[in-house]
């Protein structure tokens, strides 16, 4: 997509028309607005204008559970075995850590990195569907703010320490402590965690030999078992010297690697039963990874009540460096033994900062508005050698051999303004966002390059109807813009016969997204649902190809479209007084035209993701939770993928004042089995992937220190404004 484009929507024209909405300017004695809070067990919710707010609670499977632990439990958020991530079934989430993009959640390990951190560490978790312009415009689902607890008390001391262990040799130890003065606070938190983790990979592949135009069936079971070491050191500290200014800085530094070990069974015969290839391969390696996290933050306020400047810069990086020793036998053809290595890092670096400008205006509104820019910069480097037996001797092989980087500056300008008139409210505004991508294949001397710039409109109203129900409105413009490793041409043969390969001519992806809900919020019962509609234009998906032999090659591609909606529905409240459930689905129905891709008509699908809750306080010290999630069959542009099904088990008893005992199952009944197909006139593929996802941990948390009432969370509009 080299050259430029500029891109609007005649329906969100409209909505730009709209920005300024001057005629529902609310009269001065008008009351602010509000946000009102349903008090689940799992995660207390808060309903604010443009996001719903998960609070996590102090209960088993968040002191010794992940972030995706936290996640899976969401409304519409789910969570694969993998660890990716979706939204109302999109996989396209911008997920950031305290409004500010993170490197570990981007890349290849995105997902091992999102079951690597503990839940203990996370305060609460903000969901935006159709995200105001403060948020940068990426990822068509919506945002996902992951904000990280600080412990802080006011004017204490205070301290936690947790243990526990788990099956499977699995241990984690962690530690908070914080200090808060008048004008200084300050929090540390450190942990480690050994994990283990099973998976099992099969893959079918039947085609016809391109060589001899008989019927191949290739079968390639893959047993894999991963050991993880995972060190991690979080800090944060805020300086308020007087009523007007306040510094701010943090930072954090999260280890993840260990031992891997494959074997691998591949073998190929033809409908009449004969063996044409049958092969082992066995192999041993690591993969340590290091992130780094950091951001300076300074807020300026004015005379005027709420009028404020704030300037943040942020860094973050990801080092991967991985190594893997292979042994290769084959028996048919009968061939000696031969030794091979595969080394490879990546590379990633966020480097970004914001200015934002809040302004009150009169009759109760708000304008805001600023700039933002962001530097992202991937490389990625690949050695593949070919070892002699006898001396030890490495040969590099060159179709192994890879070196490819990608660099992108964004830059933004925002502007919105927030206001209300009696029961309505609203939030309005426009972002306009300026991309330059460079990707170069070192390796082939091949660079590509693409400029492009659009707007991107939101719109969000909200219609109190009573003191406990509101309908609500709203629209937004997202672009999804492709993986840096995703532009790479190259063949990843990591996992033979199944190769890998990107696509330098990628183009983003164009979202408009529309909502219409209604949400009652009662002292004992709470419900509500939502009917959402997403248009996309140059959607990226996975199209595989085969090659013969058995080996087959999945790329990306643009699908030119695809639509989805669906209904979002929730319901909370008690079933008797000692127990209370959390329900919440997405209906949804999508719809993919892949006729461009060569693929015949329109394909449709519908499905329902559940998620339900069960929580038991039989007496004030102990407390008892089960959940259920399942994740529907999806629909792919070549097939579908299977349904998954997951239950978690909780327990946690108060033994006293400062000591609780914590006991939790998670996937009870080893539920994360996914099932893929993908045809074409030439072949089909069943690919399966299974993971010993059941684990039980017993574990202690003991606290120490003062322990004051916190503060309540202040919860902005703005968080996250400028990115």
Same mark, same amino acid.
């Given at each position: 997509m080299a050259g430029g484009f500029i891109s609007t929507s005649v329906g969100f024209r409209l909505l730009i028309a709209l920005l300024p909405i001057t005629t529902l300017a609310a009269p001065a004695d008008s009351p602010p607005m509000e946000t009102v809070v349903v008090q689940g067990t799992k995660i207390t919710v808060q309903t604010t204008i443009d996001r719903k707010i998960y609070t996590v609670p102090d209960e088993a499977q968040s002191t010794l559970g992940t972030l995706s632990d936290l996640l899976n439990v969401i409304p519409s958020v789910d969570v694969d075995q993998d660890g990716a991530v979706s939204l109302r079934g999109d996989s396209n989430v911008l997920i950031l850590v305290d409004g500010k993009p993170s490197a570990q959640f981007q890349g290849s390990k995105a997902g091992d990195n999102l079951q690597s951190i503990s839940a203990s560490e996370i305060e609460r978790i903000e969901v935006l569907t159709t995200p105001p312009p403060q948020f940068k415009a990426e990822g068509s689902a919506g945002v996902i703010n992951i904000i990280t607890r600080k412990h802080t008390n006011k004017e204490s001391a205070s301290g936690s320490v947790t243990g526990s262990l788990g099956s499977g040799g699995r241990w984690l130890v962690g530690a908070n402590g914080s200090y808060a003065s008048r004008q200084f606070t300050a929090s540390l938190n450190a942990g480690f965690r050994e994990d283990f983790r099973k998976r099992t990979i099969e893959s079918t592949v039947t085609g016809t030999d391109p060589a001899t135009g008989e019927v191949l069936v290739s079968q390639d079971h893959e047993d894999q078992t991963i050991r993880r070491n995972i060190p991690s050191l979080g800090f944060s500290t805020e300086y308020t010297p007087n009523d007007r200014q306040t510094l701010g800085l943090s930072g954090s530094w999260l /280890? !993840?690697? &260990?031992?891997?070990?494959?074997?691998q069974y591949n073998e190929s015969t033809l409908e009449s039963g004969v063996v044409t290839n049958s092969t082992r391969r066995l192999t041993s390696g690591h993969d340590p990874e290091n992130d780094y996290d950091a951001t300076l933050k300074f807020t300026q306020k004015f005379d005027k009540p709420g009028e404020s400047l704030d300037l943040s810069v942020h860094g973050a990086t990801s080092h991967q460096r991985e190594h893997y020793d292979y042994v290769d036998d084959s028996y048919v053809p009968p061939e000696p033994t031969s030794y091979s %290595? +595969? /080394?490879?890092?990546? =590379?990633? &670096?966020?480097?970004d900062a914001s200015l934002d400008y809040v302004l009150p205006l009169p009759k109760s509104q708000k304008l805001s508005l600023g700039y933002a820019f962001e530097a992202q910069d991937y490389g990625f480097d690949n050695v593949g050698a070919n070892v002699d037996p006898v001396t030890g001797e490495e040969t590099i092989d060159p179709a192994l051999t890879n070196q490819f980087r990608v660099r992108t500056r964004i830059h933004a300008i925002y502007l919105s303004e927030q206001g209300n008139n009696g029961p309505w409210s609203w939030l309005a505004g426009l972002r306009a966002e300026w991309t330059s991508t460079d990707a170069t294949q070192i390796t082939n001397n091949l660079t590509t390059t693409t400029h492009y710039a659009d707007l991107f409109p939101s719109l969000h109203i909200d219609r109190e109807m009573s003191d406990r129900s509101t309908i609500?409105? *709203?629209? /937004?413009? !997202?672009?999804?813009?492709?993986?840096? /490793?995703?532009? %790479?041409?190259?063949? =990843?043969?990591? #996992?033979?016969?199944?190769?890998?390969? &990107? %696509?330098p001519y990628l183009k983003p992806q164009l979202t =408009? $997204? +529309?909502?219409? &809900?209604? *949400?009652?919020? *009662?002292?004992?019962? $709470? #419900?509500?649902?939502?009917?959402?509609?997403?248009?996309?234009?140059? $959607?990226?998906?996975?199209?595989t190809e085969y090659l013969g032999n058995g080996e087959t090659l999945t790329t990306k591609t643009n699908l030119p479209k695809n639509d989805s909606a669906g209904l979002e529905f929730t319901a909370t409240g008690h079933l008797w007084p000692k127990l209370l459930y959390n329900l919440s689905g997405n209906a949804f129905y999508s719809q993919i035209d892949a006729t461009a891709l060569g693929f015949p008509g329109l394909r449709s699908t519908t499905g329902v993701n559940l998620k339900a809750k069960l929580d038991y306080r039989p007496t004030a010290a102990d407390s008892a939770q089960i959940t259920f999630s399942r994740t529907d069959k999806r629909l792919t542009p070549q097939g579908s993928v299977s349904a998954v099904n997951i239950v978690n088990l909780g327990y946690k008893h108060v033994l006293t004042p400062t000591l609780s005992g914590v006991v939790t199952v998670s996937d009870?009944? %080893? *539920?994360?089995?996914?099932? !893929?197909?993908?045809s074409d006139p030439t072949f089909t593929q069943v690919y399966e992937r299974s993971v010993a996802g059941r684990v039980v941990w017993f574990g202690l948390t003991y606290t120490i220190g003062t322990a004051k009432k916190d503060k309540q969370p202040n919860f902005e509009y703005d968080t996250g404004a400028g990115q």
């Open positions: /280890s !993840r690697g &260990g031992l891997r070990t494959y074997t %290595n +595969l /080394s490879f890092t990546e =590379d990633h &670096g966020n480097t609500f409105f *709203g629209a /937004s413009r !997202r672009i999804v813009r492709p993986d840096p /490793s995703d532009l %790479n041409p190259y063949v =990843d043969n990591e #996992y033979p016969p199944n190769l890998n390969a &990107g %696509n =408009d $997204s +529309l909502e219409l &809900g209604y *949400g009652y919020e *009662g002292p004992a019962t $709470s #419900y509500g649902a939502t009917g959402y509609y997403r248009h996309n234009t140059d $959607s990226v998906t996975n199209v009870l009944f %080893n *539920g994360q089995h996914l099932q !893929r197909t993908a």
